[in-house]
């Protein structure tokens, strides 16, 4: 039986440590935080919740132009404290959850922290492991799985301190929402807690490092999010870089490289992470640490030493809790003697969850336009279609790339409300090896947004004839 510690208990480590009970590995994993790593705890489902809650005060805000009147919506507030309960205790049930499923299939999960031992340049590899309260003891593994996941990044010249100077982790202990918050860093993180705060009624100021928010984001995307934003009465700061963030008497002042400066009763530090891999004996131990900090692996999570594999956020591949749980799950499967799939990152759907949400899968506009991929594109404002205009989304667009010669869908971007939901079609068209033809073809339901896939699907099948 192979013997299985793995480091980490995000959805990197309790993905690889579900397949490997299923393969009947002996299996252990250690989580400093509980199961379900930062990911369940304090990123992407507290954030998630949190938007949920912001999401019904938009709605009640909105009800006006459809007939439902609110006589007072200034009325409509956020109970932050009812918010951030819920959000915590939703994230612990679902780290609950996971515990349980771990448990049930038999795997032993050690509250704990664990590190690389002395490189013994065997088979077997001695894992240091701290529990809780307890003292350190060291267990042999055949397979060590690296899943230490990150930590939000902290600018020398802007400490968090918790009470006004927060990572995004820090926000759901605040006793009241922000009166006015200022954000650093407009990349997804910083654009989803912005537009949530500003659903929420908070006096929101994004700073923005680029000439536009999300530059990593499909432009025109990013662009028709970035005037939602501005519309809705957000100020952005664009090619505006935070040199440090103070605190006041009784608020902060974000001083930018160019000298402006922004006065805010908080301020909200969204400006990236760092992996953990600092204190895992990782170089001590032979395998190759990136420049960054980041674990290098190639797309079978292996590292450099056998039987030592590394998966999600400490590796830097594509930071995305599904890209995490597959790195974890091919880790096992390779190395448990499974046949595996290598990673493949083409068709990792993401999604932005501001409002409206962004979603894309597949190629990419940037490398349509410089060449890179030849393809055929057509974008398809949603202001045209029925069922948008009965819920009165009035911002949105599908957009789709297709191979000149065959029309074999490569890619697409989605910007509406639950884009989230509507991004499938196309990364299955894109899996499937699916041309714009068949995706045409496919009866949708009237009225529906998903119609608007299929009617770009005939704009492409249109441009065939000209
Ligand atoms: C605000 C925010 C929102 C996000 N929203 C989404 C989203 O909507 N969808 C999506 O797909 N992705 C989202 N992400 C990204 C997603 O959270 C990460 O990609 C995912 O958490 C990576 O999983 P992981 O298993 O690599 O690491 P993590 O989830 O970070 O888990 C790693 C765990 O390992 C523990 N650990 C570290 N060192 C040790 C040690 N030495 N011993 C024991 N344990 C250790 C850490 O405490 C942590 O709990 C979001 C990220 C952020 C910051
Ligand atoms: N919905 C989701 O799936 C979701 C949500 C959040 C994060 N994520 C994942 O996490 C990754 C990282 O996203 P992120 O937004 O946390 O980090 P990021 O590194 O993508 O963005 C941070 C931004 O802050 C800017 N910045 C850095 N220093 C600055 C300064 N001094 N002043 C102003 N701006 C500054 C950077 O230029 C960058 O644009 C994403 O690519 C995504 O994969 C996913």
Known sequence: M?????????????????????????????????????CVLSDCVPSKTFIASSDVVTAFREGGDLGVINDNPEEVWVDAQAVHARVKKLALAQSHDIATKLTKAGV????????????????????????????????????VLIATGATPRVLPDARPDGERILTWRQVYDLPELPSKLVIVGSGVTGAEFASAYLAAGVDVTLVSSRDRVMPHEDADAAMAIENVFRARGM??????????????ADGVLVTLADGRTVEASHALMAVGSVPNTGSLNLQGYGVTVAPGGYVQVDRVSRTNVPGVYAAGDCTGVLPLASVAAMQGRVAMWHSLGEAVIPLKL??????????????????SQKEVDSGKVPARTVMLSLDGNARAKMANVTDGFIKLFCRPASGLIIGGVVVAPKASELILPISMAIENHLTVDQLAHTITIYPSLSGSIAEAARQLMQHEFE
Request: charged fraction near 20%; proline fraction near 4%.
């Open 108 to 143: 032993e999960l050690v509250a704990g922290t664990a590190r690389l031992g002395d490189d013994a340049l065997g088979h077997r590899h001695p894992v240091i492991i701290t529990p809780a309260g307890g003292d350190e003891y060291s267990v042999d593994a055949d397979v």
């Open 2 to 38: 192979s013997r299985i510690v793995i480091i980490g208990g995000g959805p990197a480590g309790y993905e690889a440590a579900l397949v490997a009970a299923q393969l009947d590995a002996e299996v252990t994993v250690v989580e400093a935080d509980g199961a379900g790593g930062a």
């Open 235 to 248: 100020t952005i700061l664009g090619n505006a870089r935070a040199e440090s963030v103070t605190r006041t």
């Open 346 to 363: 083409k068709t990792v759907a993401a999604n932005v969850f501001t409002d409206p949400e962004l979603a894309n899968v597949g190629v």
